[in-house]
């Protein structure tokens, strides 16, 4: 086989492989929707914003942490995964304090995954109508006196993170949970967890490409 047959048979058998790492251009209506009201949940500070629209007690959000968990590992540094517990009412508005106020007495990092396990795992924890006081016991086991974490719970600083969620949720118009929202401007779609990450990925290449040419 000459060299030039050789070269282009290598060629056509690396093919398949450079098209499975081009991430395909993601389309308007079918893999995410525009936000008519765009707008970061945060100051971009030259960040490319993903935030995550979660609930503790929702199951599918629970299925997709590990994958979540693991996306965020690779991000260069200029990505920045945001998550906003939805603010939807009733329990709802239970865990989402709860997360906030973890956030504020510093063990959201350690306890964040540990609470979907107790919720959807060991089934510790309710679902429905949790006490501060069931909550102060599960954040405990981090090194939180109760009366601390009960006092974050019903601070004023937590009621305005609480405020600022229901907001976003209700300007990004997010069908459900999880949800991903690229820079406050593009609500992904996906049929599956996968296929939601890929969609992020590449609008995160868009997102970078764009800043680049400003």
Known sequence: MSFLSRLMALMLALA??????????????????????????APLAGKIEVVELFGYTCPHCAHFEPLLEAWAAKQAGDVRLTRVPAVFGGYWDSYARAFYAAEQVGVLKRSHGDM????????SLPVQNVSPQELASFYASYGV???????????PEVDSKLESARSFAMRVRAPGTPALIVNGKYLVKGRTFEDAVRITDALIARERASAKRR
């Open 16 to 41: 398949p492989l450079a098209a499975t790492a081009a991430p395909a251009t993601p389309v308007e209506g079918q893999d995410y929707d525009l936000i008519a009201a765009p707008g970061p949940f």
């Open 116 to 123: 979907f396990r107790a919720l959807h795992e060991q089934r």
């Open 145 to 155: 006196q109760p009366q601390r974490y009960i006092e974050a719970l019903r601070s």
